[in-house]
Structure formats: structure tokens, C-alpha cells
């Protein structure tokens, strides 16, 4: 099942992001780290290794689905507060890790965006 899910959110991405190449003015396949929604590297701080990055990315996006989980999914919810929950733990995560990442929070966003811009 997961393997499916993972394949279905990549190709939601890049297929997302050709549809954004397509109507977004001044946008082409191929433009590179200026085109909108990639992960640009000039935000990535400049002392940071690629594990950490990749455990500041994991541990970011583990803390925002677990939020989402816990309060939007599971039983009981929270019911009208759920939105606020989930907005505050992406401050929260954004807030955190985004001067070392940039906060990308989903790599199926990174891939795809980045599969198709450069």
C-alpha cells in the first residue's frame, strides 16, 4: 500500500507541477531553482550537511502529520480546532527548521517540482 501511495504523490507533483509550467506567465520546464515552488538551495544554510538536512526534513514532517493525525483523523478529534492545531504546528515547524531547510515539509512537493524544472 505504501509504496503506491508514495508513487501516486510523486506523480501528483510533477504532473502539478507541469500544469504550473503551463499556466503560471513566465514559467517553462527547465527554468531551474527560480521557478515557483522548488526547493531553492540558496535557502539552505550554508553549514549544514545533507544528513541534516534530511533529519531536520523528517523530523518536521513527521511532527506535522502526526498533528494532523492526532487531531484531524483519529477518534476523538478535535473537532473545530483542528485547522488551528495544524497551523500552529507548521509555524512551529517552519519557524524552527525553515532558516536551516527552507521547510520544504513535503518531499513529494521537492521532487516533483524539481523533476520537471530542472
Sequence with gaps: MMPSCSFLQISGSILGSLLAAAL??????GMGNGAPG?????????????A???GWEVIMTF???????????????HGSFTPLIVGLSLVACAGTGGKYTGAALN????????????
Design 107 to 118: 518531499p513529494a512537493r521537492v521532487i516533483g517540482k524539481n523533476d520537471k524544472h530542472r
Design 63 to 77: 511532527t506535522l502529520i502526526s498533528v494532523v493525525y492526532a487531531c484531524g483523523v483519529a477518534k476523538p478529534g
Design 52 to 54: 541534516q538536512l534530511f
Design 24 to 29: 503560471v506567465p513566465d514559467t517553462h520546464i
Design 38 to 50: 522548488c526547493f531553492d538551495p540558496t535557502t539552505i544554510h550554508p553549514d549544514i550537511t545533507k
